[in-house]
């Protein structure tokens, strides 16, 4: 059975700092932490905040021009990264639809934009969309709209919080997600500090998992904080990984390695005193023991659940105290 991996997105955001170099470095540390791919934020400031509101400075501060973020994919098409974008506005859209990204993220605060939400769908390209502070019907609404020009959709539940406390993660509602959305595939949008909600997510489902990601915590600006460095994102990637190698596969049956105690542990009626033949097996005379099972046909014995079985059974030939006891020792009654 192939393992099941769910893709883990270095969510590199305005974390370039405006700086296309700095852009740069973001996508091949996140390569070399093992992230499968980095996502970024197409913007025009002007378009989405209204003169006087105190993000402006921020974004203005950050915001890239499309020529940057084609040099950008240059450099991650050069060294194998897959790279995406959020369309923070139609503008930032239409960035995406010129420089090329095969699919779009949808911000959590987004979703009820409507008009951005069917220009969206006109694309059809695949959509992955941000959940947080939001209720199943403005979800079901999104999805409505969004699936006029895909039924390539991804719902990330998520926080919108930055970091998100670990007592408001709320990581059942993936489960909620699942059942009111049936087969729209469930990822989680990270904005936890650590691991843990990453191994619930991959536990729940999650196909795809979203990290904040830094060079640096000491860059200025108001995510690094809360993103994952490079050492803590190789750390974050690994984790996962040991977490889906745990989860296997869904069949229960014996694990490979697991035969050795199967036959080993597992007990066999066994003779507790001299059985004569003719005798009765009974509980005085007989018991289920772990037995020496090297070079042994399990199969000719009777196994601990059969006992109940041959009980008052006679048997057809001497048994030494200590033996093992055969089906064809027995006669039964």
Known sequence: ?????????????INHNGDVELGKKLISAAKEAGASCVKFQCMVPTAFIAPGSSFMPLFENVALPVEAFVELKRHSDS??????????DREGLA?????GFDRVKIGSTN???????EEIAELKRPVYLSTGASNLSEIDRALSILSRGTDDLTLFHCTALYP?????????????????????PIAYSDHSVGTTAAVIAVSKGAVALEKHFTLDHDLPGPDHKFSADPEEMAAYVATVRIA?????SPAKVPAVGEDAIRRAGRRYLTALTDIA???????ENTRPRRIMVEGIDLSQLIEACDVPRVKGWTAQKSIGANASIAWSDLAGA
Do not use: Q, W, Y
């Open 244 to 248: 889906e190698s745990m989860l296997g």
């Open 95 to 99: 960035m995406i639809r010129d420089i």
């Open 164 to 184: 998100a406390p670990n007592d408001r993660l709320n990581m059942s509602a993936m489960d909620t997600l699942k059942n009111a959305f049936p087969g729209v």
């Open 79 to 88: 060294i194998g990264m897959p790279i995406f974008s959020t369309a923070v």
């Open 277 to 283: 033949v003719g005798e009765k097996i009974t509980n």
């Open 111 to 117: 979703i009820t934009h409507i008009d951005l939400l």
């Open 1 to 13: 059975m192939t393992m099941r991996t769910a893709e883990i997105i270095a969510e590199c955001e």
